[in-house]
C-alpha cells in the first residue's frame, strides 16, 4: 500500500487531500458527512477581526465551468470564532488550519497572534487574494505590499507554519510567489478564485448582487495547474517550501495533475458542494495511482511531470497520398 503522507513545513498530514477555506464552514460542520480522519487537513472559512455579514443575496451561482461566489467573508468575527467554534476543534482527528483575512496590516497582526497561541490551529494560512471585499486584492495585488504585510505578521506566527494564498488575479503570479517566500511564507497556497462576472441575458440584470465574483471549480483548473508548475520551478522548488494547489480539483485524476506539476497537497472546494464525499474518493484514487506508477511514497512524484512522447504511429494513421 503507498505511502500518502506527506509534510508541509513540518505539519504531518496523513494525506494531501485538506478541504478549503469557505466551503465547509466552521469544520465541525463535515464531520456529519463522513470521518474527519480520512483527511489531510481541513481549512476554516477566513476569519476577520470584526463579523461580517457578507454580501447580499445572490452571492452564489452555478456557471457551466463550475461556480461563481461573492460571499465577502462573511464570518463571526475573531472573538466568536475564539469563544464558540474554535473549541469544537479541539481533539479533531486531522491536521486544523485556520485562515485570516484582513483589511489593514494591524488587524492581520491581531489575528495572526491570536492564531498562533490556539493550540487547536495547527497551520495559519494567510489570506490576501479574496477578490470580492469592498478593499479589493490589496497586498495580494503588489509585491511590496505583500513583503510589507509580512514583515509585520510573520514575527505574530512563532509555533507553526503560515501558508500564504496567492491570488490568480495578478500579472505575475510568480513574482507574488517569490514576495512571499522573501517575506517568510512556509508554504504557498495557489490559488484563490479568478475574478469573474455573470449576466442574465433576459432580464439584463447582473446575476450576482456586487456583479463581480470569484470562479472556481472545473473551468480553472488547466490554468492553475499551469500556475503551480510556474510557482514549484521557479520558486518552491529552489526555497523548499510547499505548494497547496487550489483549482477545480472534482477526482483523483485533477488531484494527481497538481501533484505532478509540483503541488505537495491539493485542497478541493467547489467540488464540496456537489458531492461532501468527493475527498474521499479522491484520496482512495490517490493511493492507487501511487501504487501503479511505482512509487512507494506519493512525495515521490511532487513535480515528476515530463515532456510528452510522440508516439510513433504517424505512417499508419496518416491517409495515403497519390500521385
Not at 138 to 164: D, N
Not at 199 to 216: C, H, K, N, P, W
Not at 238 to 255: E, K, M, T, Y
Request: glycine share 8%; net charge neutral.
Amino acid at each position: 500500500m503507498a505511502d500518502l503522507s506527506v509534510s508541509l513545513a513540518g505539519l504531518a498530514l496523513a494525506n494531501p487531500v485538506i478541504l478549503a477555506a469557505g466551503t465547509c464552514g466552521y469544520v465541525r460542520e463535515m464531520a456529519d458527512a463522513f470521518d474527519l480522519a480520512r483527511l489531510g487537513a481541513v481549512t476554516s472559512k477566513s476569519i476577520t477581526v470584526e463579523s461580517r455579514e457578507g454580501n447580499a443575496p445572490w452571492r452564489i451561482i452555478e456557471s457551466p465551468a463550475g461556480m461563481l461566489n461573492a460571499i465577502g467573508l462573511a464570518n463571526v468575527g475573531l472573538q466568536r470564532f475564539l469563544a464558540e467554534k474554535l473549541p469544537t476543534a479541539r481533539g479533531l482527528p486531522c491536521a486544523f488550519i485556520g485562515s485570516i483575512a484582513g483589511h489593514s496590516i494591524d488587524e492581520y497582526v491581531t489575528l495572526a497572534n491570536a492564531f498562533d497561541r490556539a493550540a487547536e490551529i495547527a497551520a495559519v494560512e494567510l489570506n490576501v487574494s479574496c477578490p470580492n471585499t469592498s478593499d479589493g486584492l490589496q497586498f495580494g495585488e503588489h509585491p511590496r505590499a505583500l513583503t510589507e504585510l509580512l514583515a509585520q505578521v510573520k514575527p505574530c506566527v512563532r509555533t507553526k507554519p503560515m501558508f500564504v494564498k496567492l491570488s490568480p488575479n495578478v500579472g505575475d503570479i510568480v513574482a507574488m510567489a517569490h514576495a512571499a517566500v522573501a517575506g517568510g511564507a512556509q508554504g504557498l497556497i495557489v490559488a484563490n478564485t479568478f475574478g469573474a462576472m455573470a449576466i442574465d441575458v433576459e432580464t439584463r440584470a447582473f446575476r450576482l448582487s456586487r456583479q463581480r465574483g470569484g470562479l472556481s471549480g472545473p473551468g480553472i483548473h488547466p490554468i492553475v495547474v499551469r500556475m503551480v508548475h510556474d510557482v514549484y520551478h521557479s520558486v518552491a522548488k529552489p526555497a523548499r517550501v510547499p505548494v497547496i494547489a487550489l483549482g477545480g480539483v472534482c477526482n483523483w485524476r485533477d488531484a494527481a495533475e497538481f501533484i505532478l506539476a509540483g503541488a505537495s497537497a491539493v485542497a478541493m472546494g467547489t467540488a464540496l458542494f456537489i458531492d461532501p464525499r468527493a475527498p474521499l474518493r479522491v484520496v482512495t484514487g490517490l493511493e492507487k495511482w501511487c501504487a501503479q506508477q511505482g512509487c512507494a511514497r506519493i512525495d515521490e512524484l511532487v513535480g515528476a511531470a515530463r515532456a510528452a512522447e510522440l508516439p510513433n504511429v504517424l505512417p499508419n494513421v496518416l491517409p495515403t497520398v497519390r500521385a
